[in-house]
């Protein structure tokens, strides 16, 4: 006779897992900021930089196959709006034919060769206003994510962490 399988504990999100997903987030006005359904799914490493730390806190403890809703402000996932970041840059900073309309995202390359997405507040003769927060800090949004597969790290399995734990729990 067979031996009954162990009915072992689905793989959680936890430090590390690699996960593919569906996300979609939606703002208040019903507006798509970002969605994934028809497409691909992403696949990520949680900690690999690809979501927020705020989006990964969300997705902490789910399984496959789960589907949730969540409705946050958009400053617990990019940040708080800071009034320091909105800036009068040069018109000549800007590439010759690039739209500077009052509402235009436009983007920068930072000096460690990150892109930074800003947003033109207003135009004069020779300025652009620039608003360099995150476009969805400050605004409530809807996210929804549906959670492909979990596959727990590697290393916290050999080393005998719980399931989702990237390391195991500290004395």
Avoid: C
Wanted: charged share 20%; aromatic share 4%.
């Amino acid at each position: 006779m067979p031996k009954p399988s162990l009915n072992r504990a689905a793989p959680i999100i936890g430090p590390g897992s690699r996960i593919t997903l569906h996300l979609e987030i939606r703002l208040p006005d019903g507006t798509k900021a970002l969605s994934t359904w028809g497409e691909d799914p992403l696949a990520i490493t949680l900690g690999d930089g690809a979501l927020t730390p705020g989006i990964e806190a969300l997705l902490a403890g789910l399984t496959a196959g789960a589907e949730e809703r969540f409705l946050v402000s958009g400053d617990d996932l990019y940040g708080p709006r800071d009034p320091d970041n909105i800036h009068w840059l040069p018109l000549a900073d800007f590439p010759s034919g690039q739209a500077t309309e009052p509402g235009q995202v436009v983007a920068f390359d930072t000096p460690g060769g990150h892109e930074l997405a800003g947003v033109v507040l207003e135009v004069n003769a020779d300025r652009v206003r620039v608003d360099l927060n995150h476009p969805l800090s400050g605004k409530p949004l809807d996210i929804r994510v549906q959670i492909r597969s979990v596959d727990r790290d590697p290393e916290a399995a050999a080393a005998g962490a719980p399931i989702g734990l990237a390391h195991p729990p500290g004395p």
